[in-house]
Structures are given as structure tokens and as C-alpha cells.
């Protein structure tokens, strides 16, 4: 079989519209800025990439760091620029619901992806995900998906200040990038499926690993550390601009 086959895979063709539609029901009722949509849109468009375009064959069949980045883009890219595209007021208005609240409180969101994160990288349930693609691995992609939307939601709708934002981005950073890193280490290859899959680019099974691995561990460096040095600089600056104004006000 060629392995460079694009698909139309169930989260482009069910989730990306429903998405749609609910995003513009929303903007119906709580118009958003131009970049705020761009951002929606940028998100919808990285869950066509990775399940439209030969990625997605390739995690099927072949490749470890195809299913990684897959993952990645489910359970962090995508959900991040669709919380920041939503408009403040409709964030707010979700804020009236209980649910929303509990479900978005930092001291579950965090506990809740990284539980989705690990308890899916066990390879009994990762090889089950990959052997039942029409049930198993589609609740697998909803998890990551719709913890990855709680995960950001507390920084990215403004419920935390830039200080506490910081703390839970490097704890997120700290607590996600060990998965990688073990997945890299590990000197034999785990996830039975991909041990028996077709090889390509001459890649064996460990290789592929650890490939995965370090590219999952340098992504969530890259994403989570950065996210962590803006809202840790933001505070910074108004830690500053606080003492200046009390300097101010004592030295009139």
C-alpha cells in the first residue's frame, strides 16, 4: 500500500465541522476580532492536517511519530489557538455554567490532560487504540482533544493573572515533557503494533521511538517553556510597574 495516501479520517469530517458550526453560533451572539477567528480557524485547519494529509496513513500503519504529532497537534496545538480564538464575552458567559467552572478549574484541567496523556501512552491501551481505529482510537483523539481545551483554557480566557499563569504553564512543562524523554530512553521498543508494522525510510521500530520521543519532549519544550516566559516576563513587568507607582506615591 502507498503510505503518502490522503484520507478524509472521522475528525476531519465530524469534528472540524461541528466546531465550525458551534464557533459560528457563537459568533453570532459574541462577535470576536479578526485575529481571534484567524486563530479559530488555525486550529480547525491543524486537525485537517494531521488527519487529511498522509499523516494520518502513516500513523495507521507505519509510523510512531506520525501517531506523536497526531497527538501533539490534538491535544495542544489546536485546542490552545481555539481557546484563544474565542471571543472574551462568550468565555465569560460559559463561566455562568458549573460545570465549566469546576472542569476548568487549574487544580483538575492540569490533572486531567496529564492523565489522558499517560494513561493513553500505556502501550496495552495504545496498541488497543491503533487495533479498534473506528471506536477505540477515536475516544483516544476526543480525550486529547477536549483535555487539551481545559488545559488551556485558565491561561488563555484570562481566569488566571500572568503570575499564577506562569507557575501552572512550567508545572504543565514539568510535569508533560518526562513522557517524551522516557519514550526516547527506553532502550526497546514498546508499542507492539508499530514493532509489527511495515518499515519505511528505514527506520526500525526503537529508532522510530525514539525519534518520536524526542521530537514529542523538544515540541512541549518549545510550546509550554514559551508560553511560560510570556506570562512570567508579563509579570514580571507589573511587578515592576507596581513598585513604581508605590515609589511614586512615597516620594511625592
Request: a positive charge; one cysteine or more.
Amino acid at each position: 500500500m502507498n503510505p503518502y495516501l490522503w484520507s478524509l479520517h472521522a475528525e476531519a469530517v465530524v469534528l472540524v465541522p461541528l466546531l465550525a458550526l458551534a464557533y459560528a453560533l457563537v459568533l453570532r451572539g459574541h462577535p470576536a476580532q479578526g485575529w481571534r477567528i484567524a486563530c479559530f480557524l488555525g486550529g480547525l485547519g491543524l486537525i485537517l492536517v494531521v488527519f487529511v494529509t498522509p499523516i494520518e496513513n502513516l500513523a495507521l500503519r507505519y509510523l510512531l511519530t506520525a501517531h506523536l504529532l497526531q497527538n501533539v497537534a490534538l491535544a495542544e496545538w489546536s485546542p490552545a489557538l481555539i481557546v484563544l480564538g474565542l471571543p472574551p464575552a462568550a468565555a465569560g458567559a460559559a463561566r455562568k455554567y458549573a460545570a465549566i467552572r469546576a472542569l476548568t478549574n487549574p487544580l483538575l484541567a492540569l490533572p486531567f490532560w496529564l492523565a489522558t496523556y499517560y494513561v493513553w501512552h500505556i502501550p496495552a491501551a495504545y496498541d488497543a487504540a491503533l487495533r479498534h481505529p473506528s471506536t477505540l482510537l477515536h475516544l483516544e483523539h476526543v480525550c486529547y482533544f477536549v483535555t487539551g481545551v481545559l488545559v488551556w483554557w485558565p491561561v488563555l480566557t484570562g481566569r488566571l493573572d500572568a503570575g499564577t499563569s506562569a507557575a501552572y504553564l512550567f508545572a504543565a512543562f514539568a510535569l508533560a515533557s518526562p513522557l517524551g524523554l522516557l519514550l526516547a530512553l527506553i532502550p526497546n521498543a514498546v508499542y507492539g503494533f508499530y514493532v509489527h508494522a511495515p518499515r519505511i525510510w528505514g527506520w526500525s521500530p526503537l529508532t522510530d521511538q525514539q525519534i518520536a520521543g524526542v521530537t514529542m519532549a523538544a515540541e512541549e519544550a518549545v510550546v509550554f517553556f514559551w508560553a511560560f516566559a510570556f506570562y512570567f516576563v508579563r509579570f514580571m513587568r507589573r511587578d515592576e510597574t507596581a513598585l513604581d507607582l508605590k515609589h511614586a506615591r512615597w516620594t511625592r
